[in-house]
């Protein structure tokens, strides 16, 4: 079964204690990216990856990292997570097709609650 | 700076009317435009998308419609029904090197019974 799967899909952690969202997909999709979601913000995209070693910032970049050292794997990292990082977070996948590098439709895995105290 | 925009947070519909969803943007570069279907507690799943170069996509009750001129699109459902009651997020995304993908704020949509 195509799939994107998230993990935790909760977690309550203090401030500045760092954690890593991991995130998986079987797919052998080239794109992988996060996004949170807030209330009246819709989906914001923090990072994005075109394939392995190849990552770039979204539109909400500060306070996290991410790495793609395999296709499959494109794990989330809070270094000092802040009580404004808490929100809802998704991972997501997709294929890029054609000479223009079409990104196509999304998988998203089930999310991550996330809260900073 | 929004630059997809669902200007309608909300949307009541009676079941089997027309659903009508609209989504608006401000950058021309956008060459590819899709919409989603959120559940609470679950992740958006894809509906329909639409390339720059056509001005009508059609996939069974959902049929979305670019107007580039006016850098606007809808997101049709006919007949809508209950189960289409969810949250609908368009997106947008350009090709050429710079694969951002750019959200809408949402809008959540009831179909009354």
């Known amino acids: 079964e195509a799939q994107v799967t998230q993990n935790p899909r909760y977690l309550i952690t203090v401030t500045g204690k760092k954690l890593t969202v991991t995130c998986s997909q079987n797919m052998n999709h080239e794109y992988m990216s996060w996004y949170r979601q807030d209330p009246g913000l819709g989906l914001r995209q923090i990072y994005y990856s075109m394939n392995v070693e190849v990552t770039d910032k979204g539109d909400v970049p500060e306070g996290y990292k991410v790495s793609r050292k395999e296709k499959r794997n494109f794990p989330l990292i809070l270094e000092s997570p802040s009580p404004n990082q808490t929100s809802l977070y998704f991972c997501?996948?997709?294929?890029?097709?054609?000479?223009?590098?079409?990104?196509?439709?999304?998988?998203f895995g089930q999310g991550t609650r996330l809260t900073v105290v | 700076d929004q630059q997809v925009k669902q200007n309608s947070p909300s949307l009541s519909v009676q079941e089997g009317r027309i659903s009508i969803l609209n989504c608006d943007y401000t950058n021309s570069m956008f060459d590819y435009f899709l919409w989603y279907k959120k559940y609470p507690a679950e992740g958006p799943t894809f509906l329909i998308s639409i390339s720059s170069i056509k001005d009508k996509n059609e996939d069974g009750r959902f049929t979305v419609f670019l107007n580039k001129s006016a850098k606007h699109l809808s997101l049709h459902i006919v007949p809508s029904q209950p189960g289409d009651s969810a949250v609908y997020f368009c997106a947008a995304s350009y090709s050429g090197g710079y694969q951002k993908v750019t959200f809408g704020t949402g809008t959540k949509l009831q179909v009354i019974p």
């Open positions: 997501a996948s997709s294929s890029l097709r054609g000479a223009g590098r079409m990104n196509t439709e999304a998988f």
